[in-house]
């Protein structure tokens, strides 16, 4: 989902009926049809609503049902960190296996695992984009920003995942739009768009 920032990305990624949410202000989706932003409280009455159950810390819930659950801090260790979170980044996953690992043997037979987008980090800092005018912009972020109606600029432009009439601004190669940022999404880089879906499945005949 476009632009690759968590709070327009996030809520695609939830097992609810996507009808639900429509387009809220900046880049936040919202409860339709004019309710709060999307964000995790929000989320996780909706996934409630639908009779998901929303595990929290190390629960395991009810295997025969569905459910969502979070683990690591990749991304705000990285926003944190900038580029010491290299130290942590075996940490961040061997957590996240650990939690698979629990849900397989509390009787889980199938763990799907996914993320909102992916990231650029550069020691250093990322080079600086000056070609954003702030006339034109309604919101902007390291690697992308809301630019108002009708506004005639020079950057590339893609339609916003919850409203395609609105235009994001992205911050060609592995530019940004704000200075000395380490640690960066929100734009179309692959290494920003193209993120994991794994599948992680209990082994025939495997016993706890």
């Not at 936040?28 to 929303?54: I, K, N, T, W």
């Amino acid at each position: 989902a476009l632009p690759t920032v968590t709070q327009t990305a996030k809520p695609v990624l939830v097992p609810i009926d996507q009808g639900r949410l429509s387009a809220g202000s900046g880049l936040d989706a919202r409860r339709s049809p004019d309710g709060p932003p999307a964000q995790v409280a929000v989320l996780r009455a909706l996934m409630a609503d639908e009779a998901v159950q929303v595990l929290m810390g190390r629960e395991v819930g009810d295997p025969d049902g569905t459910a969502w659950t979070e683990t690591g801090k990749i991304d705000s260790r990285g926003h944190e960190l900038g580029a010491e979170l290299v130290h942590e980044i075996d940490d961040q996953v061997r957590e996240i296996a650990l939690r698979i690992q629990d849900l397989i043997d509390a009787g889980w037979s199938r763990v799907t695992v996914v993320t909102d987008h992916g990231w650029l980090l550069l020691p250093g800092g990322l080079p600086k984009n000056e070609d954003l005018p702030v006339a034109v912009t309604e919101l902007k972020k390291g690697r992308c920003a809301r630019v108002k109606v009708g506004a005639d600029l020079s950057l590339p432009t893609v339609p916003w995942h919850w409203d395609r009439d609105v235009r994001i601004a992205v911050a060609p190669g592995i530019s940004c739009f704000t200075a000395n940022e380490t640690y960066e999404h929100g734009g179309v880089s692959p290494q920003e768009c193209v993120v994991p879906r794994m599948v992680v499945t209990r082994a025939a005949g495997a016993t706890t």
